[in-house]
């Protein structure tokens, strides 16, 4: 496995990503899931932050104690599936600054093409980090990715529920330099390009837009 690609494999992430496959599950189940596993997911792509040592008073006695240091996160959701992400991420860290990327698969060229963007200020100094659950050719993501570091960032970070291997690998040779987080790995790409095993379109489970 590429040296750049980190999967989450903690027992409760897949149980938790069990339950979210099967097609039976609810919206409500889906999307609570979602949010669970995304705090794994958090964990684990800013295990690394830094830190700089503040002065406190705790109810016993003066101490120093590490805050987060550096300038504030962002968080970049790919639309719309990666607003999923989003919510336990900012559990974890709620002073992070959001920007959003939406992108459409133009139907001549069948490439991602993008119809939104509006990132945080500053992005240029900030960790960035960009969401989106499903990793499967890996054209939005590339795209995604591509067009933040136009935007001037820097330091950036990938995190996705799920990840084919033709999606990774097309990922890392187009951003060696960006790490990807994930819960798993599976086995290819249908036809139809959907992950397999895999869960369906994430966004449609996650919005309740489609049945199954």
Do not use: W
């Not at 016993?60 to 970049?76: D, E, R």
């Not at 992070?96 to 001549?108: K, N, P, T, Y």
């Amino acid at each position: 496995m590429n040296t750049s690609v980190t999967v989450v494999d903690h027992p409760l992430v897949q149980h938790k990503l069990t339950l979210m496959r099967r097609k039976e599950a609810s919206t409500a189940e889906f999307r609570k899931l979602l949010r669970e596993i995304g705090l794994f997911l958090g964990y684990e792509v800013l295990r690394d932050l830094p830190l700089s040592d503040v002065q406190i008073e705790t109810p016993v006695c003066p101490t120093k104690s590490p805050v987060l240091a550096g300038k504030k996160l962002a968080f970049i959701s790919v639309l719309r599936a990666g607003d999923g992400l989003l919510g336990p991420m900012l559990d974890l860290v709620p002073s992070a600054r959001v920007g959003q990327v939406g992108l459409a698969r133009d139907e001549e060229t069948l490439q991602p093409t993008r119809y939104f963007f509006k990132v945080p200020k500053g992005i240029d100094k900030r960790l960035t980090v960009v969401l989106d659950p499903m990793l499967a050719t890996g054209h939005s993501a590339i795209r995604a990715v591509q067009e933040l570091k136009d935007a001037g960032a820097k330091d950036l970070r990938f995190v996705c529920l799920l990840a084919a291997p033709e999606g990774i690998k097309a990922f890392t040779e187009a951003h060696p330099d960006v790490q990807v987080v994930t819960a798993s790995i599976d086995e290819k790409l249908n036809d139809k390009a959907y992950i397999v095993p895999g869960l369906g379109d994430a966004g449609d489970r996650l919005f309740g837009t489609k049945e199954g």
